[in-house]
């Protein structure tokens, strides 16, 4: 008899994909564990990533994974798609595997890497998988590029903290809204992304999807023209038909601001400015 398999359990998804395609993270995780028991393998440790990009391969809970990689030896996926969409990613991580003596896993394909087929198999489906993602990927860029240019509406997936998708239209949520204000006001009288993150924390604020707020969601708030009114896409600013947070002056003048904390030399880049 061998010795026991220990198995990473990794889950992904995207809002979109979750909408569209009914990839719950609780359905996932339930096929995997069902079919650890079947094999008589042992769970070493869950790790999910949830609102991530397959493309995006600084996935939280992926890079823990394989830092932790002394815990497994074994990753194993619902699907090949959940942990890369792009070729080159999944086979550089195929290398890392094979390095360090550790197997691949696919529920609902029915591969592993520890057979030459199993190996063969799963190379031709990942780059069946990236053509697949690449074709959506250049329609989804031709809408966009040409909306920004020309048209109206909402450019992206997910609605911004702060504005809702109502009627066919973002509106201002009012719910929301003040604390966008908060975060331009406060970051405008020189208080520090992370202080701010912090202090919304402690109030009990939450982002859009119930998380913590970070350094980073602050950031993002702060230098993104949609609260002013604009638009952006592939460089790419355009007024927009939704109602603004901030104004355009107020937000041109937190763009200063941040540039002129920036320590790093390659970093320093001149604002966008909506207001010439």
Not at 143 to 155: D, Y
């Amino acid at each position: 008899m061998g010795a026991l398999t220990h198995v990473a359990v990794y889950s992904r998804v995207s809002t979109e994909e979750q909408a569209k395609e009914g990839y719950s993270l609780e359905a996932q995780q339930e096929r995997l564990e069902a079919y650890c028991k079947a094999r008589g393998w042992a769970i070493a440790k869950l790790y999910v990533d949830d609102g991530h990009s397959g493309r995006d391969t600084r996935r939280p809970a992926y890079r823990r994974m394989m830092e932790e990689r002394e815990l497994w030896d074994t990753i194993l996926v619902i699907k090949m798609d959940r942990i890369h969409r792009n070729s080159r990613n999944f086979m550089e991580m195929m290398d890392d595997l094979r390095r360090w003596g550790k197997n691949f896993a696919s529920a609902t394909e029915s591969l592993d890497t520890s057979t030459a087929m199993g190996r063969f198999v799963m190379d031709i489906i990942q780059r069946i998988a990236q053509l697949e993602s690449e074709q959506i990927g250049e329609r989804v860029y031709m809408g966009m590029s040409q909306k920004a240019r020309r048209g109206s509406g909402i450019l992206g997936f997910e609605t911004p903290f702060g504005l809702e998708y109502r009627n066919g239209r973002l509106e201002v949520n009012p719910r929301e809204a003040p604390y966008v204000r908060e975060i331009f006001d406060r970051s405008l009288a020189g208080e520090a992304a992370a202080r701010i993150a912090e202090t919304l924390n402690e109030r009990g604020v939450r982002s859009r999807r119930g998380g913590r707020w970070n350094h980073l969601r602050v950031l993002y708030i702060l230098h993104n023209p949609i609260y002013a009114g604009y638009l952006r896409w592939d460089g790419f600013l355009r007024p927009a038909d939704h109602a603004s947070i901030v104004s355009p002056e107020i937000y041109d003048r937190v763009q200063v601001a941040l540039k002129s904390r920036i320590r790093n030399p390659h970093l320093d880049r001149a604002p966008v400015l909506l207001v010439r």
